[in-house]
Nanobody
Framework: QFVESGGGLVQPGGSLRVSCAAS????????VGWFRQAPGKEREGVAC????????YYADSVKGRFTISRDNDKNTVTLQMNSLKPEDTAVYYC???????????????????WGQGTQVTVSP
């Protein structure tokens, strides 16, 4: 099971950290991605961390503000979000790649295991 946590309400310019934890399968050596979906919009990739070398990749819209990392001991992947903007408001999902040791890409078909999502709202 894949469980996201840490969402909530924050003012513009604030920070939030969302995490996903897996209880039934490993995350290390797999690419893990964070995606988000705002009301009326398509799901978009935000950030991912590779299964091969832990290299990271970010969407242009969040580059320099968001940081993805993993903790293999805790079997978790975290997305630290700083300088949040109202347009970051969305449900955030984490997802795991279906194959080991791949470089990550922000393409949702690559990911076969998805969490239930956590709401992030950025509003004054």
């Amino acid at each position: 099971q894949f469980v996201e946590s840490g969402g909530g309400l924050v003012q513009p310019g604030g920070s939030l950290r969302v995490s996903c934890a897996a209880s039934e399968f490993p995350l290390d050596d797999y690419a893990v991605g964070w995606f988000r979906q705002a009301p009326g919009k398509e799901r978009e990739g935000v950030a991912c961390i590779s299964g091969s070398d832990d290299s990271t990749y970010y969407a242009d819209s969040v580059k320099g503000r968001f940081t993805i990392s993993r903790d293999n001991d805790k079997n978790t992947v975290t997305l630290q979000m700083n300088s949040l903007k109202p347009e970051d408001t969305a449900v955030y999902y984490c997802a795991r790649d279906t194959e080991l040791f791949r470089l990550c890409v922000l393409m949702s078909p690559r990911y076969g295991y998805w969490g239930q999502g956590t709401q992030v709202t950025v509003s004054p």
